[in-house]
């Protein structure tokens, strides 16, 4: 686990705009523990938090408590929490402590990861806690857990699991080939039928969608698209033109238009128009040019704006002037 994440291909199209990075913070720890804060000193400039261990997820085995440093002039990192029971995910400070003299006795020493949503608060219930069971999983994973078992536990979470953790399950398969291939064709038939029928929490859509396409399984544009216009959100009509553009190329147009054909509603209409306009494809800047061409269209400037090529861009700033 501790190996960087296979980057795949639709994460290298896609925007990176991930709230929470969880998993990111668990792969690259060098310890992972449940502990609450129960002391803070100073030294030189360095403030020393000390946690109690609650529990070692990854590492620091036999630890009861540990010291994290912490440089409160360095405004973009995390900060350990008083009197908090939280998981850390932890980076060996060794050498920084040494540097600093610090005592021997009141290590080991750490410094916390700086992914964003990587130091969530824990229940009191650990067994139970949605966050520690997914470091948990990866734990084991990185222990030696079948490959297969790994897999299906996160599939699982991805389509059932606490809200702040599917989102997180989803992104994790789609950054590892290698468990992508452990998974049976009825789990992606879940992921599928849930990626099309997810309404309310629009980044777990788009993580379903995206860890689908990199399957490239057939059906998978068309089934992404029935939901346009229900899902009033146009990161997911981006998501679902990259894919296109993934899946399809060029073609990725006909496909969309085939569908624009047959949208009753007008909120239908301008989704399927705004994604069309980001495949940034040939196909779909001469498509949006002729519809155009033929008449003012507040649906169509918007998806020739998210198109973004000069030719879109002079379009529209002819039709204002």
């Not at 929470?20 to 803070?40: E, F, M």
């Not at 700086?114 to 806690?129: I, K, Q």
């Not at 995206?210 to 990161?235: H, I, K, M, T, Y």
């Amino acid at each position: 686990m501790r190996k960087a994440l296979t980057t795949s291909l639709l994460l290298c199209l896609c925007a990176a705009a991930a709230a929470q990075d969880l998993r990111r913070g668990l792969v690259d720890a060098d310890a992972v523990v449940v502990a609450r804060g129960v002391a803070r000193t100073e030294h030189e400039g360095v403030v020393l938090h000390r946690l109690q261990v609650l529990r070692a997820v990854r590492g620091a085995a036999g630890q009861t408590a540990l010291t994290v440093l912490d440089w409160p002039q360095l405004g973009l990192h995390q900060r350990p929490t008083p009197r908090q029971s939280r998981l850390y995910c932890l980076q060996d400070a060794s050498e920084q402590a040494a540097r600093l003299e610090l005592p021997a006795s009141e290590g080991p020493f750490y410094k916390m990861v700086g992914w964003a949503g990587s130091n969530p608060l824990v229940g009191a219930d650990l067994d139970a806690d949605p966050a520690v069971r997914f470091a948990a999983l990866l734990a084991a994973s990185d222990a030696g857990a079948p490959p297969a078992e790994t897999a299906a536990a996160l599939c699982t979470t991805a389509l059932q699991g606490a809200p702040e953790l599917r989102t997180e399950a989803a992104r994790f398969l789609a950054e590892r080939p290698d468990l992508q291939r452990r998974l049976t064709g009825v789990q992606w038939s879940q992921l599928v039928a849930r990626a099309s029928g997810e309404v309310d929490d629009v980044p777990h859509k788009i993580a379903l969608a995206e860890l689908c396409a990199e399957q490239r399984l057939d059906g998978l544009l068309e089934a992404l698209a029935v939901s346009l216009g229900q899902v009033q959100d146009p990161d997911y009509a981006r998501a679902v033109g990259r894919i296109g553009k993934l899946l399809h190329g060029e073609g990725a147009t006909a496909r969309l238009e085939q569908r624009l054909r047959s949208a009753g509603q007008a909120q239908d209409r301008a989704a399927l128009l705004l994604a069309i306009g980001a495949t940034n494809t040939d196909s779909a800047l001469d498509a949006l040019l002729r519809m155009h061409e033929a008449g003012q269209d507040p649906a169509v400037e918007a998806a020739l704006r998210e198109h973004r090529s000069p030719r879109a861009k002079e379009a529209v700033g002819r039709r204002r002037n």
